[in-house]
């Protein structure tokens, strides 16, 4: 039988996935929001759909400063919102 594999939900949609499937942001220890592409980066973490809405959902709506309970500098937020530019736009 296949093992349960961990959930997370995506902040932007509410969406429940595997780990494997979302891609997770998180807080480092100097106090910055970045991707995790390996998903193993020590610190807060919040997860998101490789999905352009979900994280631009995210941004506007400040739900990582929620998340990561952090507020996102300037710099962060622009260079979140233009790796979700290279996202596609999904339904
Ligand atoms: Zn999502």
Redesign the pocket.
């Known amino acids: 039988m296949a093992r349960k594999k961990p959930q997370r939900t ?1 902040i ?2 509410r ?1 429940t996935a595997t780990k494997r499937e979302l891609i997770r942001v998180v807080r480092t220890p100097e106090g910055r929001a970045e991707v995790d592409p390996t998903g193993k980066q020590a610190g807060r973490g919040a997860y ?2 490789a ?1 352009r809405s ?1 994280w631009q959902r995210a941004l506007d709506r400040k739900l990582l400063n929620r998340a990561l309970k952090m507020t996102l500098s300037d710099e962060d937020a622009a260079r979140l919102r233009a790796y979700a530019e290279s996202l596609p736009e999904l339904d």
């Open positions: 995506c932007g949609c969406h998101l759909c999905n979900c």
